[in-house]
């Protein structure tokens, strides 16, 4: 069977890649990993990007050792697009048998809870936005599982996640992933330098169409498994209702008013709305569109106006994670992103008690809750959770 497992590429595979091309994409992703007998730690989460990390461990030669988080709160959960449930164990668990490597399962559900999902829920009802996969890297999936790693005398956490680790000048800095669209540097600015020292990311050069033929190559069962799409604790999408069962008095009623505070209609709790929000606020017949300006958590409002109430130009950070350079006095040129999927834009951060983030054009839909991520090029400079926008 590894035999099997660790041979070169010489065929095409199942879904026509040139032999070359995957041949390519083996050596690019082996790469990044220590030399041979080197012990690491993957952590396997039962998808298709950690198995395939795994399987480059073992023909890399390294003494792999897998480890699974159970964040799930049901130990038999099915649903397509979760991540750490019940069924992503099994795969997770098959996939190391079939590799030959050992396989522990932490349950890390209490700290998941407390950490990520509390978090998520107070956030909501204190009228931010919040980024729960910024937060599960931060705390279980980076800080707990690197002590765990230390623990068993591993060299390196290997994950499989697309951003890419280049040992700079400095020492090791986080550049986005090769491919735009599955780059996932936004998630993981707060990673510091010293997690950044032990982490590996094999997968940062790649793109999906490579890990899915490297599984086939491997023999991954996993090979055409569904990628996660939602966040892995709110069931088809439906956050408020998570909210609610967490937090209850997230229903609290109130009223949703304009600018200059005229009442429009009512709302059935504020958990429900986030700024920039168009959708779904039933205050129609007022002439031009109209938006979620601002939340007022204690009076249970939500302020509506038009889309130009929503521009904004300074946004304050806190619990800033900085990678980058020293930070001058008159500010460092960036580009930065105010939510995952929002372009880059150019402008200035500056450090302080807050750290001020200062935009060349105006920004619309910045919510206090979500992430700023700074960049040079493809280099993560770091970044903060807003707290307040102007």
Same mark, same amino acid.
């Given at each position: ?16 890649? %040139? ?9 690019? &992703? ?15 989460? #039962? ?7 795994? +399987? ?43 590799? #030959? ?30 980024? %729960? ?26 994950? #499989? ?16 992933? $090769? ?14 330098? +010293? ?8 997968? #940062? ?6 890990? $899915? ?21 709110? %069931? ?8 609610? $069962? ?61 889309? +130009?109430?929503? +521009? ?76 307040? &926008?102007?």
């Amino acid at each position: 069977m590894l035999q099997r497992i660790v041979r070169s590429p010489t065929d095409a595979d199942s879904a026509g890649v %040139p032999h070359e091309a995957l041949a390519r994409a083996m050596a690019t &992703a082996m790469a990044t990993l220590p030399g041979a007998g080197a012990r690491v730690v993957v952590a396997m989460s #039962g998808g298709v990007d950690s198995s395939v990390v795994a +399987a480059l461990a073992v023909a890399r030669g390294c003494d792999a050792v897998g480890v699974t988080l159970r964040l799930s709160d049901t130990e038999t959960a099915a649903r397509p697009g979760a991540c750490c449930a019940g069924t992503d164990i099994r795969d997770a668990r098959a996939v190391a048998d079939r590799l #030959g490597i050992p396989h522990y399962v932490l349950d890390y559900r209490d700290s998941f809870r407390t950490e990520v999902m509390d978090e998520f829920a107070q956030a909501y009802l204190e009228g931010r936005t919040p980024v %729960p996969c910024v937060r599960c890297n931060q705390t279980v999936k980076f800080r707990d599982l690197l002590a765990v790693a230390q623990h068993l005398g591993a060299e390196a956490l290997l994950t #499989g996640h697309y951003v890419r680790r280049v040992d700079g000048p400095d020492g090791p800095e986080l550049h986005r992933g $090769r491919v735009a669209a599955k780059d996932q540097s936004y998630f993981l600015f707060a990673t510091t330098r +010293a997690q950044l020292a032990r982490l590996r990311f094999p997968l #940062g050069d790649l793109d999906k169409a490579d890990t $899915r033929a490297l599984a086939r190559h491997f023999g991954l069962k996993v090979a055409a498994k569904p990628d996660s799409q939602d966040i892995c604790f709110v %069931p088809q999408g439906d956050y408020r209702a998570v909210v609610r $069962r967490l937090r209850p008095e997230a229903d609290r009623p109130g009223d949703i008013v304009d600018l200059e505070g005229r009442v429009l209609g009512r709302h059935g709790g504020i958990a429900g709305f986030t700024v920039g929000q168009r959708r779904g606020l039933g205050v129609g017949g007022h002439g031009e569109p109209l938006y979620v300006v601002r939340l007022e958590p204690e009076a249970a409002r939500v302020v509506v106006g038009p889309r +130009a109430a929503l +521009a904004v130009h300074d946004v304050e950070l806190t619990e800033v994670n900085w990678l980058g350079p020293e930070v001058p006095p008159d500010g460092l040129p960036v580009e930065a992103k105010v939510r995952s999927l929002a372009p880059l834009a150019s402008a200035r951060i500056f450090r302080g008690s807050p750290w001020r983030l200062r935009f060349d054009a105006a920004q619309y839909g910045v919510a206090p809750g979500q992430a700023a991520v700074c960049y040079a090029g493809s280099r993560v400079l770091g970044g903060g959770f807003i707290a307040a &926008a102007a």
